[in-house]
């Protein structure tokens, strides 16, 4: 019979995952080595919260699920941040943790699955009656079917001992499939819903992308005349097309602003439709909001009290409400489709020019530049923080999964280890990342660990040296916002240390050079010296005045019922 640490190390390499990212302790070296043994390449991290973030990003880019292994103790304590991240962005990952060998009484003696059900992700701990290698196969399995980080707690006495068991651990790798008749449901009232309505916006999230129903909402769409649109996450899933709006949200495009204003009927698929996506209601000020989602839960608290929530597949449901709608006569819009990129931001850069501090850039020319100087199929990563606001809105991305946003949970500081692993998981792709000046030296010791793995990867970091979000909130205020400006070290000379190639830009004129040589450069980083005189419009967006009514096509079809 094998060892634990060896039929582990099977059910791995036959899972097809070609890395594992890890950071080594007494709990998992020897589970390891047998990895390394199996041919997986080891890919050992300077913080195991960034073991947690490159599996979430290989898996995302490479459609498997990503692997990553800690310590007991503080190697588990340290991924806290990264697994309610993944469990946020409903990231498939499976941790293969160590747990202290029974008896252990020592310093990193912690209770392992309250922290780890804490951070929202599942915990399967292995025992002596288990083979450890069907426990992992079970878990990939469980986070691959409810799109979860899952822990697999191995005790550090178990692994190097034989497996005593033939016994495996079942999981069902079929997701849960709802009720015919659920869908059936679902579908009348969208049905009825859209007909009733006169200005009617589709709003589609990443269920939408990730159940393969984004021709469906296009075609819905064109049948009933509706807006289309997308939640951040989903960014980029509708681009080209003429109906589209792109985000809904803070970031939405100026133009897209008044049509959104002037939806009666907002229908959120796959969507969480938080209050981010609708402003906390704001957005959406006189629609009704109809929500479709496989699970109803916290992530979309009601907006307001006339929302309406169905329960479906976005795939099961829309067919049949596609199929239904095919039969009428297709509604004309009714409203004005935004202009494409840049246009409908020229005015914003018209009217808002603020004074730039000596020796830096406007960050959204900035962006506006890397837009162009990106390649058409970049992957591109964006981290959280003031700057993610202009990569957000302005960066286009029309390549099929080009967009990861590395925000779940809020937190700063995930961008550049996520896209570590997108590099790896996708090594045919070129992964840019949009970072903050504190969020990269958050994990700026992680630079070194893609330099070694040989990520291809390009950070472009918006240095504006404070923590930007801060500095302009307390700004807002009374405050001078002196406390968030933090000095950082020359990022680019940071850079360089860890053996990636560094460069500086302090002029526009500078960036396409910069940008070229990084790009043809296995990993680097560009440090863009952006001004803290420019509030993204994310932030401003509460003191512009937005027109009632001026996304309103004449009169078309004022009072027609939407479609029969
Ligand atoms: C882990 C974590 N710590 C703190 C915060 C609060 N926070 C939100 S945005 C931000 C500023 C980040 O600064 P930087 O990365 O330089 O980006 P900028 O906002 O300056 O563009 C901070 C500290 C957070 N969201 N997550
Ligand atoms: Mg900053």
Same mark, same amino acid.
């Given at each position: ?24 302790? #007494? ?23 960034? $073991? ?22 503080? !190697?588990?304590?340290?991924? +806290? ?29 912690? #209770? ?30 469980? $986070? ?25 651990? *079942? ?16 579908? @009348?009232?969208?049905? *009825? ?20 129903? @984004? ?23 509708? #681009? ?72 479906? *597949? +976005? ?13 009428? *006569? ?35 020319? +900035?962006?506006?530049?890397? #837009? ?63 970072? !903050? ?17 040989? +990520?291809?990867?390009? $950070? ?105």
């Amino acid at each position: 019979m094998p060892t634990h640490a060896q039929s582990v190390s099977r059910v791995v390499a036959e899972h097809g995952c070609t890395h594992l990212f890890t950071l080594m302790g #007494d709990g998992n070296m020897h589970l390891v080595l047998a990895l390394a043994e199996a041919g997986v390449e080891i890919v050992e991290v300077r913080h195991e919260s960034a $073991a947690v973030a490159m599996a979430e990003g290989y898996g995302w880019s490479s459609g498997r699920v990503g692997i990553c292994s800690v310590t007991h103790g503080p !190697g588990l304590s340290h991924t +806290a941040t990264s697994l309610l991240v993944a469990a946020r962005n409903r990231s498939p990952l499976v941790l293969l943790a160590g747990e202290t060998p029974a008896g252990y009484t020592g310093a990193q003696l912690f #209770d392992q699955r309250h922290l780890v059900e804490a951070c929202e992700a599942v915990y399967r701990p292995v025992t002596a009656h288990d083979d450890a290698g069907s426990v992992v196969a079970a878990a990939i399995a469980e $986070a691959a079917r409810d799109r979860r980080p899952v822990v697999v707690g191995i005790p550090a006495d178990l692994i190097d001992a034989t497996v005593e068991t033939t016994h495996t651990v *079942e999981a069902d790798p079929a997701p849960t499939m709802l009720d015919v008749e659920v869908h059936a449901a679902a579908a @009348a009232q969208l049905v *009825e819903k859209l007909r009733s309505a006169k200005r009617p916006v589709l709003l589609a999230g990443r269920g939408v992308m990730a159940s393969g129903s @984004a021709a469906l909402v296009r075609e819905l769409a064109e049948l009933t005349g509706a807006a289309l649109s997308t939640t951040l996450p989903a960014k980029g899933m509708f #681009d080209g097309h003429p109906l589209d709006l792109g985000i809904a949200g803070g970031l939405s495009h100026p133009d897209a602003e008044p049509v959104f204003r002037d939806a009666d009927l907002v229908v959120a698929l796959g969507a969480g439709a938080g209050a981010s996506t609708t402003r906390s209601g704001q957005l959406f000020p006189d629609a009704r909001l109809v929500r479709l989602d496989t699970v109803l839960d916290r992530d979309q608290a009601a907006v307001g009290g006339n929302d309406v929530r169905l329960r479906g *597949e +976005a795939h099961a449901t829309l067919t049949r409400v596609v199929a239904t709608l095919r039969s009428q *006569e297709p509604t004309e819009p009714w409203f004005h489709p935004a202009r494409p990129l840049p246009d409908c931001w020229s005015a914003e850069l018209d009217d808002y020019q603020p004074k730039l501090a000596p020796g830096t850039v406007d960050p959204r020319h +900035a962006v506006l530049a890397l #837009d162009q100087a990106l390649p058409e199929d970049a992957v591109i990563v964006v981290s959280n923080g003031h700057c993610s606001g202009f990569a957000s809105a302005l960066l286009r991305t029309p390549a099929p999964r080009s967009f990861h946003l590395a925000q779940g949970f809020g937190s700063i500081g995930q961008g550049l280890t996520t896209a570590v692993g997108v590099a790896l998981g996708a090594p045919d792709r070129h992964v840019v990342v949009i970072e !903050g000046d504190a969020g990269f030296m958050m994990h700026a010791q992680d630079l070194d660990t893609a330099v070694r793995a040989g +990520a291809r990867v390009t $950070a472009f970091v918006l240095n504006d040296e404070a923590l930007g979000t801060e500095y302009h909130r307390l700004k807002a205020g009374p405050d001078t916002g002196a406390l968030a400006v933090v000095p950082t070290p020359r990022i680019a000379d940071v850079a360089t240390a860890m053996g990636a190639l560094g460069r500086q830009v302090s002029d526009l004129a500078e960036l396409g050079d910069a940008a070229r040589d990084a790009l043809a450069a296995p990993t680097a980083v560009v440090e863009i010296r952006t001004s803290r005189t420019v509030e993204s419009r994310h932030l401003r967006w509460r003191r512009i005045p937005v027109p009632a009514g001026a996304g309103r096509r004449a009169t078309a079809h004022e009072g027609d019922a939407h479609a029969s």
